[in-house]
């Protein structure tokens, strides 16, 4: 990365308060659900006032939404790692293979993201993750300031139409009816 690329002082504390707390978050999570959260008890945690949370997250809900995003740009590049190295059913058998990871990890954060996908039905925007909480968030990841935030079904269409061409799937292969029953399985 270069150095105009890199995240300014404020983007830096802005990421490290938004990941502090989501971290908080996911730590509750393992032994309660959200419900049993207050912002006051989350707050306290992080060392931030309760006006302060409200300036990162307008609910609490929110900060779902926002795990949820972080899970999803991790999986997506975890998604083009596979794909450069598999190709069509194998990268789908990846991607289940490093969700059912997470899930034994982290259970209680995975049900939670579940069930708050299973409750937005108009598909409320997701927060944006900034540079700085990319590379805050996965120091290890080597690529992710660059990662695409393509969709989880974006990566299942690409590797079904591979399988197609490869012949692990047969060419007539409904692909609408395929990725329903992909992202309804996932």
């Known amino acids: 990365m270069s150095d105009a690329a890199k995240p300014t002082l404020r983007e830096r504390k802005f990421a490290r308060t938004r990941l502090a707390l989501a971290a908080a978050v996911t730590r509750h999570l393992e032994s309660a659900p959200l419900d049993n959260l207050s912002v006051k008890a989350l707050c306290d945690q992080v060392q931030i006032s309760e006006a302060t949370f409200f300036n990162y997250f307008p609910r609490k809900d929110d900060l779902v939404a926002y795990l949820d995003k972080l899970w999803s740009l991790e999986l997506n590049w975890y998604g083009g790692q596979a794909a450069q190295q598999q190709h069509g059913l194998a990268v789908i058998e990846a991607l289940f293979r490093y969700t059912a990871i997470q899930i034994q990890k982290k259970p209680g954060l995975m049900a939670e993201i579940i069930a708050y996908e299973a409750r937005d ?66």
């Open 121 to 186: 039905r108009e598909h409320a925007p997701r927060p944006e993750i900034t540079l700085a909480e990319r590379v805050m968030a996965f120091p290890d990841l080597e690529g992710i300031d660059a990662s695409e935030q393509d969709s989880l079904e974006t990566l299942f269409k690409a590797a079904l139409q591979q399988a197609m061409k490869r012949g692990e799937l047969p060419e007539n292969t409904l692909m609408p009816a395929a990725m329903v029953g992909l992202v309804s399985i996932f």
